[in-house]
Structures are given as C-alpha cells and as structure tokens.
C-alpha cells in the first residue's frame, strides 16, 4: 500500500491570487520577487549566498512552470520545461490568509467563516478581554497590547516581563492572540497554562489560535525564541484528511506545528521540532518509521517566521536553496509506490509592505516513482490537494474539492 508525505512550504506563494486586491496584496509574489532581488544583487549577502535564485530540485518537478501559470512571468533562475512529476497551481477559497486556512483547506476543509481579527489600534486588545485575562491567570498585568513582530516585541519588552513577572501579549494582521514569556524566569509550564486561559477567553471572539512564543536569554542582546512554541487553535469544523485517515486505520505523523494547526485531531504521531533542517531531518525519520498507507504532514516554519515576516529576501533565498538541495534525500525515502507532494498555504513576499502574510497562489508540485509527469492546471480550491492524497492513499472521498489523480 503505497504512503504519501506532503511537505508545507510555509509562506512560499507565487503570486497571482485574483482575490488579492481584496486584501491589498495586489501583485504581491514571494518566489517571484525573491528571484527577481536575487538577478539584481539584492538577494547576496557576504557568506550566505550570491548570485541568481537556484532551485534545481524544485524546478525540476515544476515549479518555475506554476509561476508561470500562476503570473505569466518566469521567474529569473528557474525554467518551464519540468523533467517529472506533476505540477500546477492551488487557489485558495477560504477567508483570510492565515495558518489554519491554508492548512484546513489543503486538508479538504475550507474555512466557511470569517475569523475574528484585532484592530490595528493602540492598545489593540479589548479593555474586559485583558482584565478578565489578568484576573483568572492571576498576573500582575500584560505588557504590549499592539500589534508587533515577535522577535521585535521581545527585544524591546523581554527585560521588562522578566523583571515584573508580566507575560508580553501581541497580535498580527491574523487572527492571534500571542504571549512571549521567559522559559525559565516565567516558566515554560506556567506559559502554557495562561495561554489555555487565554484561548478559552478568545475563543468567542473567533479568535484562531492562542501562540505561546517562549523565550530564552538574559537581556535584549541575547533574548532568542524557543522550539517550544505551542499552538492553541480552534478545531475544524470538519473532519479532515487526517482525520480520515486516522479513522481507516492509519498512522498520522504530524511534524512541527501540524498537530497544533489541526488542534491534535486526527493525529497519531506528534512529532515537535524546530528549524527547517531538523524538520527535515525528522520528516526522514518518519519515513523509516511510516508503515503502508501512511501519511506524513510536515509544516517548514522558518520560510514564514524567520524569513517572511522579517522582510529578509536573502534569508528566504538561502532557506529555500537549503531546501532544494536536500530533496535528493526525501527522494531517495520514496517506495515505489509512494506519494510526495509539495506546497504552501499562503505567502508572504519579502519585499512586500508591512510584515504580514500575502494573499496569493501556491506551487503544487507531485512526484512519485508510480506517475507520469504532466500539468494539474490551476486548482479551484486548495481541497484538491487533499482529496488527491486520499484518492493515492485509497480513503473516502471528502466534502469538498477533487482529485487531480
């Protein structure tokens, strides 16, 4: 029974989503403009990388053809002429550009609401929200209360919530509530614990996820996020693929953030880790532990988190020519009948305004030993890269989108 692995490049869109004007991310395309600043010298950096965008696994299997197909552009570095597999182009339906739409909807589950977002005003956060917060956490106050980067807000407010005891709540233009504390002067478990409070107040707003964003480091210079970032999130409102899959019998390894997107449903294997090359590492090993009809769900964070949302286009460049160089290995785990499919949930383009997501088309790109090359054309909702696997790995069709197999 043959197995399929599928590999969430977390915020590698492509451009060309016909709904971006509606979230003022019109011509918005993270491949494209990484490949474009990479041709102009914009995308060296002494000692990282240099030179022309060069993703040879990935434009193998297609992908300098789904941008085209995506924009009508080829972008610098990458050719339309794939050499196997098959390839094509996901346009979401859902509402929003967040994780958990992208992720629901890939999953056969398009988001049918509109989640709840907090205005872009300071503070940010509702005045009975915080007080009923701070009053059931039992904490001497919050500090933040605006919208803010992670990494940005924790320099800047971390020397503060280790010397008062109060945790630093932030949001984005996505639907979260999130709370940076201290590991160890805050605690790791006491994080969790009023993020659990957190979500259970937010929850009536619509309100996502809750993120624990943990920290460590004594002072500004040094303060650096943790792999024990932990997700709170609202369930889908359906069965998903993995939730079927599970209920056929099937072992679910959820990789990185995957079981908190899907708030544990469905999952038999939770497998936690941090950074793209251990995730990549650890998405092997689940290979050699996968037995037949097994599925494999893997989210690479860093695209998004530390590249994305940073607006750093040298950074993304060299995380994604990382990437590409170690699929040889990912290949190499494939049985013959096995099933790897490659895309994102939404984008976030580094060169883009602000730093939030982008709303935009995503690559979808299929190999296997077992199948003949050729276009998947542009999907109508991203449901039809789940209905795909479940048609690959023989489960019941879902509610929602088709098989492209």
Known sequence: MPRAI?????????????????????????????????AAGKGDR??????????????????????RLSTGTLPPGLSDSPKGGRWGVGREVS???????????????PVPFE?????????????????????????PGILGNKHASGTTIIAELGEESIRTGKPI???????????????????????YEICEIAFKLTAPLMIGRVIARPFVGENASNFKRTG???????????????????????????????????????????IKASGNMVLFDRTLEALDMAADGAFVMVN????????????????????????????????????????LVLTADHGNDPTWRGSDHTREQVPILV??????????????TFADIGESIAHWLDLAPGGHGRSFL
């Open 46 to 67: 002494d000692g990282l990388r240099k030179g022309l965008l060069s993703l040879p696994n990935l434009d193998a299997l297609g992908l300098g053809a789904a941008a």
């Open 367 to 380: 190999f296997s030993p077992a199948l003949s090359a050729g276009a998947v054309g542009i999907r109508p």
């Open 115 to 139: 989640w709840g977002y907090f205005p872009q005003t300071y503070p940010t956060f509702p005045a009975d929200l915080v007080e009923k917060f701070v009053a059931e956490a039992k904490l």
């Open 169 to 191: 709540c932030y949001t984005s233009i996505d639907s979260v509530f999130q709370i940076a504390a201290h590991e160890t002067h805050f605690g790791l478990g006491r994080l």
């Open 300 to 339: 690479f964070v860093d695209f998004d988190s530390e590249f994305g949302h940073r607006r750093d286009v040298p950074g993304y460049a060299k995380a994604l020519e990382d990437f590409d160089n170690r699929l040889p290995e990912l290949f190499a785990k494939l049985r013959p009948g096995d099933l």
């Open 6 to 38: 599928l590999c969430i490049l977390d915020s590698f869109g492509i451009g060309g989503a016909p709904d971006a004007a509606a979230y003022g991310d019109e011509g918005a395309n993270t491949l494209g403009h990484i490949a474009e600043a990479c």
């Open 95 to 109: 509402k929003g550009k967040d994780t958990p739409s992208g992720h629901w909807e890939m999953a056969g589950v």
């Open 228 to 270: 024990n970032r932990r997700d709170f999130a609202i369930p889908p409102p359906e069965p998903t693929l993995l939730d079927r899959a599970k209920e056929a019998g099937r072992q679910v390894f959820a990789i990185g953030k995957i079981s908190d997107i899907y708030a544990g449903h469905g999952v038999t294997h939770k």
